[in-house]
């Protein structure tokens, strides 16, 4: 289970030849945890990004990516 969640990271690394600097780990680290986050929760990764986006430009708080739990 764990090697299948990390499978299209993993993907994505050898694709691209992985980040030349610390700051390129860390965003890729991040959207791939984002992208994972989004996938087995159902949800489209390219409308919480634009609703990041656009949060952000609008200066508002980011969007939460899951509900707070009850």
């Known amino acids: 289970m764990a090697e299948q969640a ?3 990271a993993v993907l994505w690394r050898k694709g691209s030849f992985g980040t030349q600097s610390a700051s390129g780990a860390r965003f890729a680290g991040a959207m791939l945890t984002v ?11 390219f409308a919480y990004l634009a609703e990041v986006c656009t949060a952000s430009m609008a200066d ?9 739990s009850a």
């Open 6 to 8: 990390i499978r299209p």
């Open 35 to 45: 992208a994972a986050t989004c996938r087995m929760h159902g949800l489209d990764l």
């Open 60 to 68: 508002l708080a980011v969007p939460q990516l899951l509900p707070a």
